[in-house]
């Protein structure tokens, strides 16, 4: 395999990845991949062909190393501009629902989807795996119960998000008429 073509197999894999890589790391993914022929040598080539491809100044990408590990970077002189692009990402707000299951699981946790959506009184599907997609929840563990409900907590990026540093800063509700009322199946409303 030429060195062109391992530092591309390389760059993909630099790029995709969301932590840094050292050069065990790399060998390994052509070892696994059935190249195992490719060398600690052949990867410190390739490498070496990247970081001149990206020293270019028509590059808009970088490869940075830090303590034998490798990660490919926005280039610093564009930063103006990525950062433009990541503020749009950080305004995005979340929708009703989602502030309500926010909301259910911060006060609540670790609760099930089914008590969720008691709660509700709707279906919270889309809504967590929202939730669960931008870090603001996390699967806490698993109820003993028949077949095992996956439990819900808020993560440490729910508190920076929220302004607050631990949960104890929520406010209290201390209304108890205000406080959602659980059914049980066969109850009849009021009674």
């Known amino acids: 395999m030429t ?4 530092s591309s197999i390389i760059e993909s894999v630099l790029f995709v990845s969301s932590e840094s890589m050292n050069i065990k ?6 070892a696994e991949s059935g190249e195992a022929e490719i060398g600690i040598s052949d990867i410190i080539n390739a490498v070496s062909h990247l970081k001149s491809k990206y020293s270019r100044e028509d590059s808009g990408l ?7 590990c490798y990660r490919i970077v926005a280039r610093a002189d564009n930063n103006e501009y990525v950062e433009k692009i990541l503020i749009k990402t950080k305004k995005k707000s979340l929708s009703q629902a989602a502030l309500e299951v926010l909301s259910i ?4 946790q670790p609760v099930t989807k089914v008590e969720i959506d008691e709660i509700r009184g709707v279906k919270s599907d889309s809504a967590i795996s929202n939730l669960y997609d931008n870090g603001l929840i996390y699967e806490s563990g698993r109820l ?5 409900p996956i439990l819900y907590s808020t993560t440490e990026k729910f508190l920076v998000e929220f302004g607050i540093t631990s949960l104890s800063e929520l406010p ?6 205000s406080r959602p009322t659980q ?8 009674k």
């Open 172 to 177: 209290e509700n201390t209304d108890e008429d």
């Open 144 to 148: 003993d119960k028949i077949g095992k």
């Open 183 to 190: 059914i049980n199946i066969g109850e009849e409303y009021g």
């Open 3 to 6: 060195t062109e073509k391992i």
């Open 25 to 30: 790391d790399i060998k390994s993914i052509f």
């Open 105 to 108: 699981i911060a006060y609540r």
């Open 62 to 68: 970088s490869l940075i190393s830090a303590d034998g």
